[in-house]
Each structure stands twice: as C-alpha cells, then as structure tokens.
C-alpha cells in the first residue's frame, strides 16, 4: 500500500514512475552561479574582517572604526545569509521587513548593552 501523506516535491514522476527534474540545464546554471556569488561576497567580506583583525593593532587610533566595522559587516553577513540560504529574499518586501527588522533592533540593543556593560565594567575599572 502506497501512502498518500509522503510527497516528494523535489522529482515529478513519469508514467513509468521515473524520476524527470524540474528544471533545465539553463536554470541550473543560474543556480550554480549565484551560488558562486554569494560564496564570492561571503569570502571577500570574511577577508577584510580578518585583515583588518590581523593588521590593525588595538592600540592603534582606528581601533575604534575596526570595532565598528566588525559589527556592521557581521550584521550585513548575517542579513544577507538569511535571505538567501532561508530565501527570505524571494519573499515579498513586507515580509522581508516582518523577519529582519525586529532581528537589527535585536541586534542594536545587544550591542548597545554590550558597549554599555563595557563602558560601566571600564569606569569601575579606572577608579581602583
């Protein structure tokens, strides 16, 4: 007995029960190509992050703009990993807000507790 509740979305079936693909060859050559995009711009992005860890010192004066810089690249992976491998891209822009802005101010007000806690724990640090 065949079950009715398993689906397979993936293959459709021939008369035969052959397994025929959904798309082409063309489509498949899209796929791999912004595949190849978004490793290309994941792997440039993660590059800059470890070279300016690896080439700026923390007691340089741009330690500050590195720190920062850290935070809104990470930010920008993370978006850009949400809407494209849980394709929040394909997705009307009102959902897109509907997902990702409370995500950012999430992301904000740890970051804001974070410095603060920071700032706070450095004050206590000062006066002993």
């Not at 491998?85 to 394909?90: E, S, Y």
Request: cysteine-free; hydrophobic content about 50%; aromatic content about 12%.
């Amino acid at each position: 007995m065949e079950r009715d509740d398993i689906i397979e979305y993936s293959l459709k079936t021939d008369s035969n029960g052959n397994p025929v693909p959904l798309h082409g060859e063309e489509a498949g050559a899209q796929i791999r190509k912004k595949i190849w995009q978004v490793t290309l711009l994941l792997t440039i992005i993660t590059i800059v992050e470890v070279a300016l860890g690896a080439y700026i010192k923390q007691t340089s004066g741009a330690w500050p703009f590195v720190k920062w810089s850290f935070i809104i690249m990470t930010l920008l992976k993370a978006a850009y990993i949400v809407l494209v491998f849980m394709h929040l891209g394909d997705e009307r822009k009102n959902l897109r807000y509907v997902v990702l802005v409370p995500y950012l101010l999430f992301m904000v007000y740890l970051i804001f507790i974070a410095l603060y806690e920071a700032l706070a724990i450095g004050s206590v640090w000062n006066t002993h």
